[in-house]
T-cell receptor, first 112, second 117 residues
Framework: LAKTTQPISMDSYEGQEVNITCSHNNIATNDYITWYQQFPSQGPRFIIQGYKTKVTNEVASLFIPADRKSSTLSLPRVSLSDTAVYYCLVGPPNTGFQKLVFGTGTRLLVSP | GAVVSQHPSWVICKSGTSVKIECRSLDFQATTMFWYRQFPKQSLMLMATSNEGSKATYEQGVEKDKFLINHASLTLSTLTVTSAHPEDSSFYIC?????????????FGPGTRLTVT
């Protein structure tokens, strides 16, 4: 499983766009990039997943450059409720019930 | 979306006793479930993979005799912490992947806070 590197923490204000970058230099050809969100005392929640270029859903966007050695999770117009820890995971498709390995994550604090 | 539940949400037990935590997939069948442990301000650490109808697969460093896992049905996995000690106090989380979900997309339970006194 590819090792990932994320900033330990980030601060933002309500209404701003937040971009969290994850480095994964050793990503394999068949690896996907997946982001999870975790609120205190709750289990993680799947946010978005992608393989290349750009993926967008109702929650976030995921930007992946051509070399796929990094990815950026973009949260548009954050609110206080977006305060959470965000994990970037890289690994092969879950065809064989692949286990997930979580890194340290990025602790995002959104202030008024 | 798929729902994974855990019971209890929190439990306090005395040192030396055993505690059972249940993980259920409510609207899908899961032949495989995962158990994680998370200490305060730390990331999730995978403990074991629970396989329906067969033995669980434990991660390196996790004592299989202390953390008993049973996956007796396609919707239920249990984790029993035997002879619990204060250092076992942690947040235990399970996850499962619905067959129709995307690659690496798993659904997590709400977690169980275990406090051993």
């Amino acid at each position: 499983l590819a090792k990932t590197t994320q900033p330990i923490s980030m601060d933002s204000y309500e209404g701003q766009e937040v971009n969290i970058t994850c480095s994964h230099n050793n990503i394999a050809t068949n690896d996907y990039i997946t982001w999870y969100q975790q609120f205190p005392s709750q289990g993680p929640r799947f946010i978005i997943q992608g393989y290349k270029t750009k993926v967008t859903n109702e929650v976030a966007s995921l930007f992946i450059p051509a070399d796929r050695k990094s990815s950026t999770l973009s949260l548009p117009r954050v609110s206080l409720s977006d305060t959470a820890v965000y994990y970037c995971l890289v690994g092969p498709p879950n065809t064989g019930f692949q286990k997930l390995v979580f890194g340290t994550g990025t602790r995002l604090l959104v202030s008024p | 979306g798929a729902v994974v539940s855990q019971h209890p949400s929190w439990v306090i037990c005395k040192s030396g006793t055993s505690v059972k935590i249940e993980c259920r997939s409510l609207d899908f069948q899961a032949t495989t479930m995962f158990w994680y442990r998370q200490f305060p301000k730390q990331s999730l650490m995978l403990m074991a993979t629970s396989n329906e109808g067969s033995k669980a697969t434990y991660e390196q460093g996790v004592e299989k005799d202390k953390f008993l896992i049973n996956h007796a049905s396609l919707t239920l996995s249990t984790l029993t912490v035997t002879s619990a000690h204060p250092e076992d106090s942690s947040f235990y989380i399970c996850s499962a992947r619905p067959p129709t979900s995307g690659p690496s997309e798993q659904y997590f339970g709400p977690g169980t806070r275990l406090t051993v006194t």
